[in-house]
């Protein structure tokens, strides 16, 4: 267990629907990181926020956005889904520069089924 | 610049054989050099990782080979065994603006026969 948790497990929905998943670093991680991994593919870096504020951008959709709370968690938005979006959805969290690990903890991730 | 090049793409090996995934970068300013191994279905998981000022390190049969003037860094997976069998990413970390930036290779499906 990382320590890192997601929210749904699993998420079936129709094209053109909204849907949010949450993520809950570990323990004192201020960094949050998305990454979307499609069948059989590598992980494709989506948006890290820093203790609240958005720090990097990689092949994230317009359609897709993301906070991260006062409270660290984090949620990301996908809207106008289409079939393409269908994939695993994976969460990570790392501790601040100077901590005693860089290591980056992944979250069990959320398998998203777009019909 | 910000590539990290993993070869080979797919893997298979006997069981009590040698595993070894190789992955290349160009950036001479990471200073963090992870490898997750991921199961079906899971989150990747952190295995082994080196900073650039060591040459090797072991832990059980997992062993990570770095050469920082080729800019390469290699996973050595010694007695393979079915278990093992699942995809590697290697990864490679700049630290910037007072957190993290990972890079991550494409990844190695490794199948071992038992």
């Known amino acids: ?115 | 610049q910000q590539q990290v090049k993993q070869s080979p793409q797919s893997l298979i090996v006997q069981k009590g054989g040698i595993s070894i995934i190789n992955c290349a970068y160009e950036n001479t300013a990471f200073d963090y050099f992870p490898w997750y191994q991921q199961f079906p279905g899971k989150g990747p998981a952190l295995l082994i990782a080196i900073r650039p000022d060591v040459s090797e390190k072991k832990e059980g049969r997992f062993t990570i080979s770095f050469n920082k003037s080729a800019k390469q860094f290699s996973l050595h997976i010694m007695d393979s065994q079915p278990g093992d069998s699942a995809t590697y990413f290697c990864a490679a970390t700049l630290t910037t603006s007072g957190t993290y930036k990972y890079i991550f290779g494409t990844g190695t499906r490794l199948k071992v026969l038992a």
């Open chain 1, 1 to 115: 267990d990382s320590g890192v948790t997601q929210t749904p497990k699993h998420l079936i929905t129709a094209t053109g629907q909204r849907v949010t998943l949450r993520c809950s670093p570990r323990s004192g991680d201020l960094s949050v990181y998305w990454y979307q991994q499609s069948l059989d593919q590598g992980l494709q870096f989506l948006i890290q926020y820093y203790n609240g504020e958005e720090r990097a951008k990689g092949n994230i959709l317009e359609r897709f956005s993301a906070q991260q709370f006062p409270d660290l968690h984090s949620e990301l938005n996908l809207s106008s889904l289409e079939l393409g979006d269908s994939a695993l959805y994976f969460c990570a969290s790392s501790a601040p520069r100077g901590a005693a690990t860089d290591t980056q903890y992944f979250g069990p991730g959320t398998r998203l089924t777009v019909l």
